[in-house]
């Protein structure tokens, strides 16, 4: 159960997605459970749950599996999501209830491989009205009622301080200058710096600074974060 690394007052002290990330994930631990996703919920029409995560320590190959199989449309999590505000349990034992006779094999292959038994959902809203949700996944039985509400109340103020670093994070984009955006959309299109520098005429050296000082003002890790958050945000397309 939670220790020091999991009190609600070490989320006063984070700055960044990144150190709320390792708060969920030392959350994750602290409830036996294997890891988090925090994922804005998919509409019914939504065919990639990956493109919906906004921050995960799911092993990257787990939603690409995910996304190839087309487990989303038939989710029962989800679409128990979009009906109600309530948190959502779900366990590989009822699997074979939960999805079309052609999906239960391949998603319960998916599961086992990736040691995932329980997932449980809690759902969010932000001040825009935009309905989101923190998961948990493990391998352990069902959790008791006082750790529901135990990790709900976590749940609760560490998407407020998400909701927090997303302003900041949307104030911050909107300081990204016209070639940082032009470069961004070459980047998200696959090209190199190298391929970057010669299609707007500039050095590649040129090109790496305005990248570097997009990911500064966007707090991103790597290209690939930023590519993918400026995505999110709908600063490129």
Known sequence: MKGPSTSISRLSTINSESELSGFLCDLATDFDLKGFMLVDIPAASDEKLSSRVAMSNLPCGFLKDYDTLGLLKNSPVFAGLRRSTAPMIWSVDTIDSDRPPAEVDPALQLFKRH?????????????????????????????????????????????????????????????????????????????????????????????????????????????????????????IS
């Open 115 to 235: 040691s995932i038994a329980i997932c449980i959902y809690f759902p969010v809203r932000a001040a825009n009205g935009t309905r989101s949700a923190i998961g948990f996944v493990g391998n352990r039985t069902a959790l008791s009622h006082t750790e529901m509400g135990e990790l709900g109340i976590f749940v609760m103020h560490a998407y407020d301080v998400y909701s927090k670093l997303k302003t900041e994070m949307v104030s911050a984009a909107t300081a990204l200058t016209a070639r940082e955006l032009e470069v961004l959309h070459w980047a998200a299109s696959g090209k190199t710096s190298v391929e970057i520098a010669t299609i707007i005429s500039l050095s590649d050296h040129t090109v790496n600074s305005y990248m570097n000082s997009a990911m500064r003002k966007l707090d991103c890790v790597n290209r690939t974060h930023l590519v993918a958050k400026a995505l999110r945000l709908h600063l």
